[in-house]
């Protein structure tokens, strides 16, 4: 089974400033075609979990463009250009790279 | 447009088999890579997945729960069941259903909080 560790916990963010937030894998999820199994989600105060990245570095449809994905093989990033009031809640990455299918811990991100 | 919900009991007795639906509508499990996956969320905790079923039959599940789930679907009704046996405390959570096509769950349902207790 793959452990997924995510960093940090928690992360207190100025509007208008970036942030990062890291995802780990105990095995690559880099598929032989090519991709990385790896989804970022955002689950704001009191809804469902909303896809934000999806195979490492997509960007699901509506999501802004001050969200970005990067990284291969194990060490994932999740990016916001800018932080807006709207982007607090809590963060997971997912790995679907084989099963189980894995979420990471959760990152909490709100404003300062 | 997709959209999914989830049905079922809010309390359940530990012991009891929990029974929840997934009724969707928007796309079709008879559409090649479309899946119906399942995740739980204990409250102010992480997301666990528990179960995927593919619309070729294909079911996976959460090996440590294996034993206890069940996936199944209602392709006339567009519905996904999903069956948890021997409900204890520790099941208590949120349960979300959603749809999955290629890599990501792209479209969730609200969820339903299910509460384990006597």
């Known amino acids: 089974e793959i452990v997924m560790t995510q960093s940090p916990m928690s992360l207190a963010v100025t509007p208008g400033e970036p942030a990062s937030i890291s995802c780990r894998s105990s095995q690559s999820l880099l598929h032989s075609n090519g991709f990385n199994y790896l989804d970022w989600y955002l689950q704001k105060p009191g809804q469902s979990p909303q896809l934000l990245i999806y195979?490492?570095?997509n960007r699901a449809s509506g999501v802004p463009d001050r969200f970005s994905g990067s990284g291969s093989g194990t060490d994932f990033t999740l990016k916001i250009r800018r932080v807006e009031a709207e982007d607090v809640g809590v963060y997971f990455c997912?790995?679907?790279?084989?099963?189980?299918?894995?979420f990471g811990g959760g990152t909490r991100v709100e404003i300062k | 447009q997709i959209t999914l919900k989830e049905s079922g009991p809010t309390l359940v007795k530990p012991t009891q088999t929990l029974t929840l639906t997934c009724t969707f509508s928007?796309?079709?499990?008879?559409?090649?890579?479309?899946?119906v996956g399942w995740i739980r969320q204990p409250p102010g905790k992480a997301l666990e997945w528990l179960a995927l079923?593919?619309?070729?039959?294909?079911?996976i599940y959460s090996p440590s729960l294996r034993s206890r789930l069940t996936i199944t679907k209602d392709t006339s009704n567009n519905q996904v069941v999903l069956k948890l046996t021997n409900m204890a405390p520790v099941d208590t959570g949120t349960y979300y259903c959603?749809?999955?096509?290629?890599?990501?769950?792209?479209?969730w349902g609200p969820g339903t909080l299910v509460t384990v207790s006597s």
């Open positions: 997912l790995q679907t790279r084989q099963p189980p299918l894995i």
């Open positions: 959603a749809h999955k096509i290629n890599s990501g769950f792209d479209y």
């Open positions: 079923f593919y619309g070729d039959d294909d079911k």
């Open positions: 928007g796309f079709s499990l008879t559409t090649e890579r479309a899946g």
């Open positions: 195979l490492g570095s």
